[in-house]
C-alpha cells in the first residue's frame, strides 16, 4: 500500500508564502516523477510544477518566478515553495508521483494525495 501525505497548507495573506510537502511511503521500489496539482471550486485541476528523476522541472505559466519545486530522493519526498502568493493561487492542492512498488513490479502508475487546502485571502 502506498501513502502520499501532505503537509503545509493554510491561509495567507497576498504576498506571502506557504510551502508545501508531500511524502511517499510503502512498499516503493522507484519514482520517476512527483508533482503538484492543483484545483479551484469550479475548475478542472491543473499541473502547478513537477519534476523528474533527472531533476527536470516544469511549472505552469502562471506560478513561474514564484513557485519553486524539490525532491529529497532518499526520502521520497517533494516539496513546493510558494511565494508571493496570490489569490488566483487559492484552491486545494495534491501531491502526485508515479511510481512502481513491490506488487506492480516493473509496471509504474499514478498516486495521489488526499489534498491540502491553500487559500490567500487578505
Known amino acids: 500500500q502506498v501513502q502520499l501525505v501532505e503537509s503545509g497548507g493554510g491561509l495567507v495573506q497576498p504576498g506571502g508564502s506557504l510551502r508545501l510537502s508531500c511524502a511517499a511511503s510503502?512498499?516503493?521500489?522507484?519514482?520517476?516523477?512527483m508533482g503538484w496539482y492543483r484545483q479551484a471550486p469550479g475548475k478542472q485541476r491543473e499541473l502547478v510544477a513537477g519534476?523528474?528523476?533527472?531533476?527536470?522541472?516544469d511549472y505552469v505559466d502562471s506560478v513561474k518566478g514564484r513557485f519553486s519545486i524539490s525532491r529529497d530522493y532518499a526520502k521520497n519526498t517533494v516539496t513546493l515553495q510558494m511565494n508571493s502568493l496570490k489569490p488566483e493561487d487559492t484552491a486545494v492542492y495534491y501531491c502526485?508521483?508515479?511510481?512502481?512498488?513491490?506488487?506492480?513490479?516493473?509496471?509504474?502508475?499514478?498516486?495521489w494525495g488526499q489534498g491540502t487546502q491553500v487559500t490567500v485571502s487578505s
Open positions: 510503502g512498499s516503493i521500489l522507484g519514482i520517476r516523477a
Open positions: 502526485n508521483a508515479d511510481l512502481r512498488t513491490s506488487v506492480s513490479g516493473m509496471y509504474y502508475r499514478i498516486y
Open positions: 519534476i523528474t528523476n533527472s531533476g527536470s522541472t
